[in-house]
């Protein structure tokens, strides 16, 4: 006769109580067997708690169609298969091993107690002891992989050895099995990212072996620094190569909670728009455990993704009394329903992000001669209208084509320069060749070198190194299909997906592709960028973020003093 489902014992509302798993031991390969065991985590010293050491597992659910059944309190209790593997792993063949693991610790069908145990996630990882990170059973090369990662961390690898290294067919193929298990699909997931980040301690186990977190990161980071060898290598064996910067981006989380205790919600954000979760409001209600109190966001799964993305722009926005989220917006045809104003945290970025958090500062900002002076308003139809203070500073008079592929590479450059020496010739009074030459190039790096600083006059002049032979031409062409240069990459980083435009009175600037003639390009008081906006009857659309030469540093200042520009208010839908 088949074993009952299993029913959840409640949770009592409004605590800190939640299951805790606890594996049974075993000495032979048989049916895994677990219990619950209901705790409150403000009561872990109590003597009555059967434990005084837990562990949480950070995963990812795998196929959600295969299932494996276990027994839980004598009762049939299907988990998939990845987690089936983790539980088999982890039993001990002597005593019980206490486990925080979501998918069965939670009622999943309860979609009451999901919202109040997903706020406490934070709490939980938190405390427990230690995380342990399952990347999954072993399976190609994952075994060898996991010994040349400790082996890296451990004696490193000389400067100038790794070509060598790949160069040889055995070291070839062992590489490969490394690029295989950083393509895992953890590396991609949404919550693995709070996991990771609140732990007091990490081990990071794959089949039979077991590595420290460090020594995985050491690893990481030494692939990143040889990106230029090892990326042709792993892309021989899969579509995505980048898990080691994933690695590195939860470990870079973790040291910001290490030191601040807590992460901006901005910043978790965006970090967090680039990952995949079956669920795409977890994009926001996987980064409530890294932001700490100060951010009021209530979990509630019965909101769609419009309701949670625009609640978390505001507070967002609330939490650093700053508009600086408004420039993550990519999203101006607002298929999905939300307004232009709000990040779509399910899209992937159009364009890479201009200005990051961490270089703001030197990089100037556009807007930061005042403080922001905002509003939010519900309107008719239900949805949220930004009202914002700011300046137009003019109109984008003429665009240029797209730059999206390396086919058309010199060409749009030459459509760009071209405008750039009409806009730039017309001014007065006139600039000088090296003058018009900087602006140019600088505009289309945005003014920032590789490490996120300000672009130096050494880092200008790497464009000379392309410059075509025999032009006279105060901008001469260029040509980017050939040579390596920092200059070079950050024009790829920057330019890719955006468009070079001129305005009414010879700004010239990098834009949002959507850009188009007689858009504005304007400055919301304490914003650190520009943006692109657009008049439709009473109110503006986001366009999107720009660089415009000669107003990212807060020149328009004097403007303002000098009544030529004025402060007026923008109702953003």
């Known amino acids: 006769m088949a074993a009952a489902p299993y ?7 409004n605590s800190h109580e939640i299951r805790m798993l606890r594996i049974h031991p075993t000495w032979r390969p048989s ?14 010293d109590n003597e009555a708690v059967p434990f005084r050491f837990y562990e949480a597992l950070s995963y990812t659910w795998g196929d959600p169609t295969g299932k494996v059944t276990i027994k839980l309190d004598g009762c049939s209790f299907e988990v998939a298969h990845n987690l089936a593997a983790a539980l088999r792993r982890l039993r001990a063949k002597r005593g019980y091993r206490y486990l925080w693991v979501d998918a069965v610790c939670i009622n ?43 082996k890296i961390s451990d004696i490193g690898v000389e400067e100038g050895d790794m070509a060598a290294l790949l160069a040889n067919e055995t070291h070839r193929a062992r590489w490969q099995n490394v690029a295989r298990l950083f393509d895992r699909s953890y590396w991609r997931r949404v919550w693995v990212r709070q996991e990771v980040a609140l732990a007091k301690g990490i081990v990071v186990l794959c089949g039979d072996q077991m590595m420290s977190w460090d020594a995985l990161i050491e690893a990481a980071i030494f692939l990143n620094e040889n ?6 290598i792993a892309a021989e064996m899969t579509r995505y190569t980048s898990g080691y910067h994933d690695a590195i981006g939860m470990d870079i989380l973790r040291e910001m909670v290490l030191k601040d205790n807590q992460v901006p919600l901005e910043d978790v954000m965006l ?5 995949e979760c079956t669920d795409q409001r977890d994009k926001v209600y996987g980064a409530l455990g890294l932001v700490g109190p100060g951010v009021n966001i209530a979990v509630d799964y019965g909101l769609d993704k ?21 420039c993550a917006c990519q999203n101006l045809n607002r298929g999905t329903g939300l307004p232009s104003w709000v990040p779509d945290l399910e899209a992937d970025w159009t364009a890479r992000k201009l200005r990051r958090t961490e270089n703001l500062d030197t990089l100037g900002s556009a807007g930061g001669f005042a403080k922001p002076i905002y509003s939010f308003r519900r309107r008719e139809d239900g949805l949220f209208s930004l009202k914002a203070r700011g300046v137009v500073v003019d109109t984008i008079s003429e665009v240029c084509a797209e730059f999206d592929s390396d086919e058309t590479l010199f060409e749009v450059l030459e459509e760009w320069r071209a405008l750039a020496v009409k806009a730039l010739s017309a001014l007065h009074p006139s600039l000088s060749d090296d003058e018009m030459r900087s602006c140019f190039w600088r505009t289309i790096t945005a003014n920032e070198e590789l490490r996120g600083l300000a672009a130096s006059e050494g880092f200008i002049a790497q464009a000379l190194e392309h410059v075509v032979e025999g032009s006279s031409d105060a901008i001469p062409p260029i040509d980017l299909r050939y040579g390596q240069t920092a200059f070079n990459e950050r024009f790829r980083e920057d330019a890719t997906n955006r468009r070079f435009y ?5 700004y010239v600037g990098l834009g949002p592709s959507d850009a188009k003639n007689g858009d504005l390009v304007a400055i919301l008081l304490g914003n650190a960028l520009p943006l692109v906006l657009r008049e439709e009857d009473d109110h503006h659309l986001v366009v999107g973020e720009t660089y415009t030469h000669g107003i990212m540093n807060g020149e328009i200042a004097l403007d303002l003093d000098e009544g030529s520009l004025h402060i007026k208010e923008f109702e953003i839908y």
């Open 7 to 13: 029913k959840y014992k409640r949770l009592k509302s």
């Open 31 to 44: 049916t895994i067997k677990c219990s619950l065991v209901i705790v409150n985590l403000d009561d872990l």
């Open 108 to 150: 999943q069908a309860d979609e009451q107690e999901r919202n109040s145990q997903v706020a406490l996630m934070g709490l939980i990882y938190r405390t427990a002891e230690q995380v342990i990170i399952w990347l999954g059973r072993e399976a190609d090369g994952s075994k060898a992989a996991m010994k040349l990662i400790d």
């Open 227 to 232: 990106t230029a060898d090892f990326e042709p």
């Open 271 to 275: 970090h967090l728009r680039q990952c």
């Open 306 to 326: 419009v309701a949670i993305y625009t609640d978390a722009a505001i507070a967002a926005i609330n939490s650093t009394n700053s508009l600086n989220t408004v």
């Open 502 to 506: 001129a305005t009414r009175n010879g």
